[in-house]
């Protein structure tokens, strides 16, 4: 195989890697990680209290997921989501 070919299989397996893992939380996922509704992170968001905030086309939010777990596992260090 030609060097400048990549390999189907070795694009395969990453693309199978990064949808088990997206590198995003959705408004939901946070919503479920701190056991509150999606209105409550929106409104969490819109002050600025959750980090990584991505603003996608529209009304598309997403969070960094590296930012929102250090953040909670910084709140839950501390007794708990302080803000939620």
Do not use: C
Not at 3 to 19: E, F, G, K, L
Not at 64 to 78: E, H, I, K, T
């Amino acid at each position: 195989m030609s060097p400048w070919v990549s390999n189907p299989m070795q694009t395969t397996h990453i693309a199978a890697d990064t949808a088990e893992t997206p590198a995003a939380y959705s408004m939901r996922d946070v919503a479920r990680l701190t056991q509150t509704s999606e209105r409550h992170i929106a409104r969490l968001a819109d002050q600025g209290l959750i980090p990584g905030r991505i603003k996608g086309l529209g009304r598309l939010v997403r969070f960094s997921r590296v930012a929102v777990d250090v953040w909670l596992a910084g709140q839950s260090v501390q007794g708990g989501p302080s803000h939620v």
